[in-house]
């Protein structure tokens, strides 16, 4: 399956859950927030919503910091 993930082309060996996106590339999801095709996805959702062909995902980490 291909996605757009943070502008760069994926391959995808299965559909992912948001939860497991956010694991696969070490990340947590305290400290992401995430553009699901232009919408951002209650994170009580991350774990039921998967991953489809073509879609455009934007992972966007807080980092702390001065």
């Known amino acids: 399956m291909k996605i757009t993930l943070n502008g760069d082309a ?5 559909a992912y859950t948001i ?3 956010i694991t696969k590339y070490d ?3 305290e ?3 995430v553009e699901l ?4 996805p209650d994170k009580a959702t991350y774990d039921d919503t998967f991953t489809r062909e073509g879609d ?3 992972l966007i ?3 702390g910091g001065g």
């Open 10 to 14: 994926v391959e995808l060996e299965k």
């Open 19 to 21: 939860s497991e996106l």
């Open 27 to 29: 990340m947590k999801k």
């Open 31 to 33: 400290t992401v927030v």
């Open 37 to 40: 095709n232009g919408d951002l």
């Open 56 to 58: 455009k995902i934007e």
């Open 61 to 63: 980490r807080f980092v």
